[in-house]
């Protein structure tokens, strides 16, 4: 046997990235015609695997996995798995897939990506120059320094949140990538970075008006994915996800330059009420 024929082995081990987790958005189709080809215990093994399978992913070390019924015939199921391994969340992925049994579930859209932070926050030093110009104090007083030792302790709260969140059962899940525009004229990459911190800056503010409504996570995927970010809205009311996007849409760093990619909706189910909503 040649070097090239040598069976692979299993990997030595973990592919975890330097800060943050995988994160990978799997919406599938249901090959009804198949499913129906089952026996009434074949089915019940079939859902009785796959529930376990949940169980134990979602049982692994750091790792999330959310399952809901996609709203529009887009898909049927759809799942968001995070993990640090990416050989795990490799192995996860494929093991889903096949879970209930061959040629039932059909992958029709996926996306990869990694939690990120973002790269226009302000730093302790930023934000005090900006708060000491504010109230024309000096950047040294004692109500500067207070000030931003209370920013600095939010901060470090949304970091981790943003590197290692622990997403909420909220009703709703909306996904949808998007990209940053490069057209003549319009290109986010040639701007210089205070005019596009800046301008991420007022996309912020425009969003956080929608606090304890809408929780969202962007995810990085430039390089890993064909779009260049992921966005994940966790709502309790469809008219608060309609009311974010549209208005936000307004804001110049999305009406200037952004590109959208197709919209996902779902409904977090546990996975009993889901195998009945998609009549498995």
């Known amino acids: ?83 640090p391994d990416l050989h795990a969340a490799n192995a996860f992925e494929k093991r889903l897939t096949q879970a209930l049994g061959p040629d039932v579930l059909t992958p029709v859209f996926s996306f990869f990506s990694l939690t990120e932070l973002s790269e226009y926050t302000s730093s302790n030093e930023e934000y005090a120059k900006a708060l000491a110009e504010e109230k024309g104090l000096p950047v040294d007083s004692p109500e500067i320094a207070t000030a931003v030792e209370q920013y600095g302790a939010r901060m470090a709260k949304y970091n981790r949140d943003k590197l290692y969140p622990n997403l909420p059962g909220w009703p709703l899940i909306c996904f949808y990538p998007m990209s940053k525009r490069r057209a003549v004229g319009q290109n986010w990459y040639s701007l210089p970075f205070p005019e596009r911190k800046k301008l991420m800056s007022g996309h912020g503010r425009l969003g956080r008006q929608w606090h304890g409504k809408i929780l969202q996570l962007i995810t990085g995927a430039t390089g890993l994915d064909d779009e260049e970010w992921g966005v994940t809205l966790f709502a309790h009311n469809s008219t608060d996800i309609k009311e974010i996007v549209y208005q936000m849409r307004f804001d110049p760093a999305s009406a200037e330059y952004a590109e959208f990619g197709e919209f996902y909706i779902g409904l977090q189910l546990p996975l009993d009420e889901l195998f009945r909503r998609v009549q498995l």
């Open 1 to 83: 046997m040649g070097l090239d024929d040598e069976p692979m082995s299993e990997p030595s081990s973990a592919l975890v990235p330097r800060e943050g987790w995988h994160v990978l958005h799997l919406y599938y189709k249901i090959e009804y015609g198949q499913w129906s080809l089952f026996g009434a215990d074949e089915k019940l093994r079939a859902k009785t695997e796959f529930s376990a399978l949940v169980q134990e992913i979602r049982a692994a070390e750091e790792t999330q996995l959310l399952t809901f019924s996609v709203v529009s015939p887009k898909a049927d199921i759809g799942l968001m798995l995070l993990t």
